[in-house]
């Protein structure tokens, strides 16, 4: 019965340590809202050349040739956005529990993502629309033990996009995205979206964003569809203003938070819960026979 005992807690442990990734994931807050900073830099999306090429970027104002899209300087319906991001923090909300930092020659996460605007325009009050309808439309993080992201350098695609996917959202499962200006010069971007690949580690709740992050009563927001007087549910909520950009070859650089709400995967409980027992009742019975 010993060995018994024994096998039990040594294989519940052995699964369990067998479960977990290979690769250590940040850790996110759990029970609580995930507060996740991010810096992106992004540009109208060119034709007739690879993700990430400097040289496919241009910031003057001019209209694509016959059959591409519209580009006038201004964001409208039918304009195409790429860029890159790091995230540089995870902490609570209050920033005071950090649970991941971006440390240089550490772990990176960090991502690329494009899309496209569906409707309105930056003059307009209610902003602009952004869906992920269009080819190549996708939003994705990648987790990489390599610290190699530098927006600066003409590889910066393929930098943001090395290791591991963490995260990506596809299509649907973009729930809602727009950017208005709340006073000239000071543009807000707002999404409500869910996972479409989780490899977080963790299983995400949806909320009512942003009133879980901010409170009741913020959730209110102007679209080119109309005014919507409470936020959405969703897994991910995202916001952030928009700045000219103070790098070559792109056009505008935002400052973002990303907000969620995890708790740890059934599986690695069960599994947790399985290995503790078989301890558990390997110990009892050692110190019954003794």
Do not use: C
Not at 67 to 79: E, F, Q, S
Not at 160 to 186: F, Q, R
Not at 192 to 215: C, H, K, R, S, V
Request: proline fraction near 5%; hydrophobic fraction near 35%.
């Amino acid at each position: 019965m010993k060995k018994l005992g024994l096998l039990t807690a040594v294989a519940a442990l052995a699964l369990f340590a067998f479960s977990t990734p290979a690769m250590a994931l940040p850790t996110l807050q759990q029970y609580e809202p995930t507060k996740m900073k991010f810096t992106n830099y992004e540009r109208w999306a060119l034709e007739g050349g690879a993700k990430g090429d400097q040289s496919d970027s241009d910031s003057a104002n001019w209209t694509y040739s016959a059959g591409d899209k519209n580009r006038n300087g201004i964001l409208d319906a039918g304009d195409v956005i790429e860029g890159v991001l790091n995230v540089t923090t995870i902490t609570d909300i209050p920033e005071v529990d950090t649970t991941w930092v971006d440390g240089a020659g550490g772990d990176e996460l960090t991502g690329t993502f494009q899309f496209t605007v569906t409707a309105g325009s930056m003059l307009d009050a209610g902003g602009i629309s952004f869906g992920l309808g269009g080819a190549g439309d996708h939003f994705r993080l990648f987790y990489d033990t390599v610290d190699d992201y530098d927006p600066t350098q003409a590889d910066a695609w393929a930098r943001a996009s090395g290791g591991m996917l963490y995260a990506e959202v596809l299509g649907a499962d973009l729930i809602e995205a727009g950017a208005k200006d709340l006073t000239p010069g000071n543009t807000q971007t707002q999404w409500w979206f869910d996972l479409t690949t989780n490899n977080t580690g963790y299983n995400i709740i949806p909320q009512l964003w942003p009133e879980m992050a901010n409170g009741p009563g913020t959730g209110p927001h102007l679209t080119p569809t109309g005014w919507h007087p409470a936020g959405h549910t969703s897994e991910i909520y995202l916001e952030g203003s928009l700045y000219g950009s103070t790098l070559a070859n792109w056009d505008w650089r935002s400052e973002d938070p990303a907000y969620l709400y995890a708790v740890p995967e059934p599986s690695t409980i069960i599994l947790l819960g399985s290995g503790l027992l078989g301890a558990g009742i390997y110990s009892w019975r050692r110190k019954k026979k003794s």
